[in-house]
């Protein structure tokens, strides 16, 4: 009977049949045949690329500047086995669900820097503070693996005004707020400013005394170091700007937008004289913006 099917099926592929002088080796090889020709094209490249007993394993990471700075572009070396160039990646904090909690488009992105099915070589990270895991998987629906060690990123990771996330609180022009940087390894050496400027662009500029982190404006928490400032809010979306050791000032969270008027200009006449009616343009940010 056995080999009365596999006459059947090839005759129904439209292949000239077989005679009954076939062996057993080769009618398991059409076996074998028939059967990929009914798997997806994505399960025979899977296939291909992780044959069986080789799923893709990160077991250990290396990233470069060591350690990474919050901000700004590092690279990191993973080494391991199975790797290919069509598996994708993505770093979730180790807090909370880890690799769990990624989904398609968050941090995901396909191996762009394959070296050898035992290492690879990513380039252009870019994460803000904290401790962060590699999440890893062939392209091709396997689940999330992450047995490579956790790494750290240093510097900034987000910041709350009077304990509140930004956006969520009222902040009113000329009184004073307490400013919360949320981060890893912050210091005393690091620098702090807050200026007037588009979003995520953070000139070093002359660094003075007055922006340095002072010793009294650091506290510590399980995993996490905190600087408090008092500032005094002007009106106007105010983007905050750390510098981290010798590292770039790099912007941190989105701007505080402060609503309020900062200035005015004279807009009719030109030229304001004594007893003439102007229109004047005040110049700000309304509570609106966004």
Known sequence: HFFVVVFKIIRL???????????????????ALLFLLRLPAEA??????????????PLAVSPSPSPPC?????????????????????FALALGS????LSSTQLVTQVSGFVSSSMLNLTGIVLHGGTWVLCYKPAFGAQWASPAPNF?????????????APGSVSVVTGHQ???????????????????????GHCPDGSLTATTQVATQELTSGPGHTVVTRALVTSPGALTVCYKWRGYPFTPVGPNLVVPGAAGFIVSDPPRAFP?????????GVSANTT
């Open 13 to 31: 592929k439209g292949f000239a049949p077989v005679s009954c002088t076939c062996t057993m080796a080769a009618s398991l090889r059409l076996w």
């Open 44 to 57: 025979l490249l899977e296939r291909s690329v992780h044959p069986q007993g080789t799923t893709p394993t």
């Open 70 to 90: 919050a901000g700004l572009p590092f690279s990191l070396v993973v080494t391991g086995s199975g790797f290919s160039e069509y598996d994708v990646f993505g």
């Open 98 to 101: 880890g690799c769990d909690s």
């Open 152 to 164: 750290t990123v240093s510097g900034p990771a987000y910041y709350t005004v009077n304990g509140t």
């Open 177 to 199: 707020v307490a400013l919360q940087i949320y981060g890893v390894d912050l210091s005393s050496a690091d620098f702090l400013e807050v200026h007037l400027l588009p979003q």
């Open 275 to 283: 007893g003439n009616v102007l229109e004047v343009l005040l110049l």
